[in-house]
Each structure stands twice: as C-alpha cells, then as structure tokens.
C-alpha cells in the first residue's frame, strides 16, 4: 500500500471495526492511532490482498477484531496464492527484449544446426541423418528457457526465509524467550516492486481481474 491507498484502508478499517468487536471502540484519539499502526504494519502488503484478508477475517476469524499480526500473516498467504497463480496464467507474456534477441540467436543457431545434419549424405553404417533431425526435433521441442529475474523469490515476489533465533517470522518475532521449532516462512521480496517479470504480470492482472461489487455501509 502507499498514500493513494490511505482512504481505501481507513474505509476498510472502519468498517471492520464496526463488524468485530474492538477495544477502547469509542475513544476517536485511540481509534486513529489504532488506525495508523495497522496502515504501517501491513504497508508493505497491495490493497488488494489487505481488503481480501479483511473479509476473510470477518467470515472465518475469530470473531474479534484482527491483530496486525493476524491480518499480515492472511494477507501474506493471500497475495502469495495471488502472485502464484498470476504467474501461471502470466506465462504467455511476451518475454523482456534482452531475453528476445538471446531467444532469436539460440533459434537460429538450431535451425542452422537441423539443416546442416538433414544436408549430410547418408553415412556407411546406414545413419540417415535426415531421419535423425527430425527425430531430435522432435524430442527436444523448441521452447525459450524459464530463467527468474530473481533467484531470492523465482519471481513471486515472496522469498524463503527460516525463522530461527536469528531471524523471526511474524507469529514468533516477540517470543523472545520461548522455544519453538526451527521453520520456513514467506516473506516479501525487495524485489518485488522493481521485477520487471513481476510488474509485467501484475499490469496483465490489472486488465484480466474482474471488478468486485462491495458492500456499502
């Protein structure tokens, strides 16, 4: 999220406050504060994902009003299955020019290398190397490389992480000193507002994705 979001989340905030129980509900000072640290807690998440995890909250939750913890951790899960299932439908995007004109040279080098071997005269040991191009262009289709702009996140925009004693995840960034199993985790990738493989599936996104009704208070 950024400043243009700003009135989307504090509609979508009031709203949920209305639906779910909070504390201290009645104090303005308290509520805009209250406001202001779940907007820099879940910032680094898209709108999209936040308002998706509000509803999610409100109909499968708890039945209290989310902790900035509880509400990152679903909007992380959200926009994880989000970017992931992009990717898949993002896969006939036109590749980046640099991957084009190293495509383009790869093609024709094959295609010089198929119409040297269909060129050669048939060998002595009966190899109609002819037969034997068109049985290697059939076995090894011609399809352009699948390379990730970003080895961190192979392009989701979520990188791997392990949460130990060193580096928390969210669910165990207080429990200083309790013990817990050593695990893996997502979380946001630097990369992720500058991928160019990222924006390009995010912009095919934005003119696929249907636009949904909301409810008005």
């Not at 879940?42 to 708890?62: H, M, N, Q, R, W």
């Amino acid at each position: 999220m950024n400043e243009n979001d700003e009135q989307r989340f504090v509609q979508l905030f009031n709203r949920l406050s209305v639906a779910l129980p909070m504390q201290d509900a009645g104090d303005a000072d308290v509520r805009v504060q209250r406001m202001d640290v779940y907007f820099d807690a879940l910032a680094y998440i898209p709108i999209e994902d936040v308002e998706a995890a509000a509803e999610k909250l409100f109909t499968e939750g708890s039945g209290f009003f989310p902790s900035t913890r509880e509400w990152s951790e679903v909007a992380d899960h959200l926009a994880y299955e989000r970017l992931l299932k992009e990717r898949h439908e993002a896969k006939s995007l036109p590749p980046s020019p640099e991957r084009s004109d190293a495509w383009s040279k790869a093609k024709r080098a094959r295609a010089r290398f198929l119409a040297e071997l269909r060129e050669k005269p048939k060998a002595n040991n009966g190899i109609d190397w002819s037969k034997l191009a068109d049985s290697f262009e059939r076995a090894i289709p011609c399809r352009p490389p699948i390379e990730p702009h970003c080895q961190s996140c192979d392009d989701s925009g979520y990188a791997k992480r392990e949460c130990d004693k060193d580096s928390r995840c969210s669910a165990h960034v207080f429990d200083v000193d309790q013990a817990f199993e050593p695990h893996d985790y997502r979380q946001r990738c630097g990369c992720a507002e500058t991928n160019p493989v990222i924006q390009r599936r995010l912009e095919l996104s934005r003119h696929q994705r249907p636009t949904k009704r909301r409810r008005t208070e």
